[in-house]
């Protein structure tokens, strides 16, 4: 019996939960309020920030036959049909693997089909980064007239790789890395919904190390309540530590120690006893910067 991670069981349903990005969501809401969406979009940002799960909101907004102030009602039949993955008229596309020019040109091919169960037909193109450059070339035009009834949502962690031409063609949305405060906080509620104790500065950790991405923070958080279900404490700071390959800043707090006096000889063996002991050099490094 497989149950569904957590990244994918908590995933923001409107606008009004995504977190840390307002700037991009309130102008996302007001547009389906007025009903000025635009034909295309690129959303771009670090992983785990929320492109993927806005475009999918969107997208449901724009075929939502009851909108709440711009948010998808979640109970109309066209939203049940979109949550429960069972809408036709959504299109998703990771790139990585569909980036040829063979692609594009189904697209291209196909768009003109009206949409099946909504009003909207949008597609989502997920790693945009990765069309190649014929098939972008090949994009632009259907990219800039679409027909009516069509939206394209481009997201990409590498906005510098997609052609110029593409990107003009596109209202872009930069999204950024959450704060940890904000993930956090993300992270009490879940445990608080899924009947998990767990420490308050065993979260505060893990949303530091998650640098800004609410998936990897998530994942983690999973992975610490399925290693404590035979233990009756809960998620503690030291399991969290076990995990990420800590050792409580001793470490750390020796090598700037000898860092801050200049002792580059006694810095490296501080270096060499972390990796010897099992440290991971990569925390290492964060913990001392």
Not at 37 to 65: D, E, M, Q, W
Not at 112 to 122: E, L, R, W
Request: net charge negative; charged share 25%.
């Amino acid at each position: 019996m497989t149950t569904q991670v957590y990244y994918r069981k908590w995933r923001p349903l409107s606008f009004s939960q995504v977190v840390g990005q307002e700037h991009v969501t309130t102008t996302l809401r007001q547009s389906t309020k007025q009903g000025r969406v635009s034909h295309s979009y690129l959303f771009c940002g670090p992983r785990g920030s929320g492109k993927t799960t806005s475009a999918r909101i969107l997208a449901k907004a724009v075929n939502c036959l009851d909108l709440q102030d711009g948010d998808p009602c979640n109970a109309c039949t066209i939203c049940q049909t979109i949550n429960d993955g069972r809408f036709m008229d959504i299109i998703e596309l990771d790139a990585a693997s569909n980036r040829g020019i063979d692609e594009i040109r189904d697209i291209r091919e196909k768009v003109n089909f009206s949409p099946v169960q909504g009003s909207k037909k949008v597609y989502i193109i997920d790693e945009a980064h990765m069309l190649t450059d014929a098939a972008s070339i090949a994009f632009l035009k259907t990219l800039e007239e679409p027909p009516g009834h069509v939206i394209f949502i481009l997201c990409t962690t590498e906005a510098q790789k997609i052609l110029g031409t593409i990107v003009s063609r596109c209202q872009r949305y930069d999204f950024r890395r959450i704060p940890s405060d904000l993930i956090n906080q993300r992270l009490e509620e879940i445990s608080k919904e899924e009947g998990v104790a767990a420490d308050t500065d065993a979260l505060r950790l893990v949303s530091r190390y998650s640098a800004g991405s609410l998936r990897d923070a998530e994942n983690l958080l999973e992975q610490l309540v399925v290693s404590s279900t035979s233990g009756t404490d809960g998620v503690t700071l030291k399991q969290v530590e076990e995990l990420l390959g800590l050792d409580n800043g001793e470490s750390s707090l020796e090598l700037v120690k000898y860092l801050l006096m200049g002792n580059t000889s006694a810095a490296l063996s501080a270096v060499n006893r972390a990796a010897w002991s099992g440290t991971d050099l990569r925390q290492l490094h964060r913990q001392t910067i």
